[in-house]
């Protein structure tokens, strides 16, 4: 069972399943870490192989729709599933919620260089906890910190580095309740991720 879900992971990251399936396999990835780790491998390394491809001009429509996706929260459909029940809210509610990353009003200058933070809250299974997206830009360093009661977080774009470590999109980092972590954002691109957490001590 494993390997046939493993053998679908390509199609996944591509959009090419029904949504039956791209649900299945959404569920699947949120139960199991090593799933979640070989899609955003497989992510990764499509997305280095089309850099290296010779560039083809496609037509006008299906070049704006593709960029109309690109550009918008439909970017973070194979999240959706993970989104909504880890924050407690419906799909519409998360949808509107991922258009404030695109949306540079949004976000308020964090307490450290290169992070940005826009806050929300989340469903009543959450309270009194906070959430919210966290930007860091790409390469910028967050120090230590003290975390003051668990932390759950799932990568939406970018990487994080942490102790030698790469948490790719999809993959979800869990602190605990007094534990203390830094982290890096990959140098390729802004990290973003969305948070569930009862605050942070800098340390």
Do not use: N
Not at 82 to 110: F, K, N, Q, T
Not at 119 to 133: I, K, L, N
Not at 159 to 179: I, K, L, N, Q
């Amino acid at each position: 069972m494993k390997q046939r879900l493993v053998d679908r992971i390509p199609d996944y990251v591509l959009g090419d399943l029904s949504e039956d399936e791209m649900r299945e396999i959404t569920k699947s990835i949120a139960d199991s870490p090593a799933l979640a780790r070989e899609a955003a491998m497989v992510r990764e390394a499509l997305t280095l192989h089309a850099g290296m491809l010779r560039p083809i001009a496609p037509p006008a429509a299906v070049r704006e729709r593709l960029l109309a996706t690109l550009d918008g929260v439909d970017r973070f459909r194979p999240f959706m599933t993970r989104l909504c029940e880890m924050l407690d809210l419906s799909e519409e509610a998360v949808r509107h919620l991922l258009a404030r990353i695109d949306d540079a009003s949004a976000w308020d200058v964090g307490p450290v260089p290169g992070l940005f933070l826009t806050h929300f809250q989340p469903g009543p299974r959450w309270a009194p906890a906070e959430a919210g997206f966290v930007r860091v830009t790409a390469g910028h360093a967050i120090p230590r910190h003290r975390h003051i009661g668990p932390e759950v977080a799932l990568v939406l774009e970018g990487t994080m580095c942490e102790d030698g470590v790469r948490h790719f999109p999809g993959e979800t980092v869990s602190c605990g309740a007094g534990s203390v972590h830094g982290f890096k954002a990959g140098s390729e691109r802004d990290l973003v991720f969305v948070v569930t957490h009862s605050g942070i001590e800098i340390l």
